[in-house]
């Protein structure tokens, strides 16, 4: 039976210093010579990492973890947040100082100028301020927000707002998805789609938003850089990505 391998991108395929390394590379050009599937599962909006799936030659991938999913260049599943409630959601965080920045598929907007929180949190992924526009949610689909607080300050958003999910993906921020969103649900759309068994899909994470799709795939690589929250539901751990833990891990498991 054909198998199927989900990357994340951050702490996964890409290093602290969000290169891909040499060895990486390889590994994957020679899991797809291999007639192995090569997909993406991500936090990020398509947009931010368009360089890469032309690098490794990947079609297919799950944005937004989970809620944007796309196979073969073609979008088969969307779950965009409740606009009614990210509203009222908004109305505090303004109350509160939180900045917000919404995403879609195109691109992201922020609704405050500048923002220290803004700044070092989109500064770890390489990319520079969104620019401001306090509207830009409205009157379109917004398939993951970025709530920037800190840790301490979160808790009052988790109680009241159970309609969406919460992950924490930065000191200063935090991703805001429908709830119930989850990579693991983009996956079994992915999986639906191509007939696969989930016993035969793989996948490799190192994030809090990776524990869902670990647990969910027939068998789930932590990272050595992983948390210790994740890689307690890992099948596997293989070696830290900058010691080529992605080629290490698929010869482990004997999929290179």
Known sequence: ????????????????????????????????????????????????????????SVE???????????????????????????????????????????????????????????????????????GYSPDFYKNREIYQSLLFCKAEEEEFYREKYKEFTFIRWHQYSMDILPGGGSKAEGIKKMVDRLGFRMEDVYAFGDGLNDIEMLQTVGTGVAMGNAVGEVQKHADMITKPVDEDGIYYGLKELQLI
């Open 1 to 56: 039976m054909r198998k199927i391998v989900f990357f994340d991108i951050d702490g996964t395929l890409l290093d602290h210093d969000k290169k891909l390394p040499d060895a990486t590379k390889e590994a994957i050009k020679t899991l797809q010579a291999n007639g192995t599937y090569v997909a993406i599962a991500t936090g990020r909006a398509p947009f931010m990492y368009e360089g890469l799936r032309e690098e490794l």
């Open 60 to 130: 297919s991938f799950i944005s937004f973890n989970g809620q944007y999913v796309v196979f073969e260049n073609q979008v088969i599943y969307t779950n965009p947040l409740d606009l009614e409630k990210l509203e009222e959601l908004l109305a505090d965080s303004r109350r509160n100082d939180h900045p917000v920045v919404h995403l879609n598929h195109e691109t992201m907007k922020a609704n405050h100028k500048h923002h220290e929180y803004i700044e070092a949190s989109m500064g770890s992924l390489k990319f520079p301020h969104p």
